[in-house]
C-alpha cells in the first residue's frame, strides 16, 4: 500500500468517525469551506477548523478537516501554493499546506 492510498483510509476513518457523531459532519464542513474561501484568498487548515468554532460541530479527530480540505482541492476549488510553519505550538512548526482559492467566473459546485 502507498502513502497516497493510506491517507485516503485514514481520512474516510476521520471523516466516517465524524459523520457517526455529528448528523451530516463533512456536508456541514464542506458547506462551510465553500463560503470561507469566498471570503480569505489562501488559507492553512488550521485557519479554517479554528474560522469554524460556533459554527461546525467539533469533530472527534481534527484530521477529518484533511478530508474536507482533499475534497475541496479534488474538486478544483483549491490548489496547494505552498508550505507555512503551523501556529499550534504543540505541532512543533512543523510546515504545512497553504491552500489558495481558485476563482473560476460562473463555477457552479456539483459537490
Not at 12 to 38: C, E, M, P, Q, V
Not at 54 to 77: C, M
Amino acid at each position: 500500500m502507498n502513502g497516497t492510498e493510506m491517507r485516503d483510509i485514514g481520512i474516510k476513518k476521520a471523516l466516517d468517525n465524524a459523520d457517526n457523531t455529528h448528523d451530516k459532519w463533512s456536508d456541514k464542513a464542506y458547506s462551510f469551506l465553500k463560503d470561507y474561501i469566498k471570503h480569505n484568498d489562501t488559507f492553512m487548515a488550521e485557519d479554517l477548523r479554528s474560522a469554524s468554532v460556533d459554527e461546525v460541530p467539533i469533530p472527534p479527530s481534527k484530521r477529518a478537516w484533511g478530508g474536507i480540505v482533499v475534497r475541496a482541492s479534488k474538486a478544483g476549488l483549491i490548489k496547494r501554493v505552498g508550505f507555512s510553519n503551523v501556529k499550534n505550538p504543540k505541532a512543533h512548526a512543523t510546515p504545512a499546506t497553504v491552500w489558495g482559492v481558485i476563482r473560476v467566473e460562473n463555477y457552479h459546485d456539483s459537490n
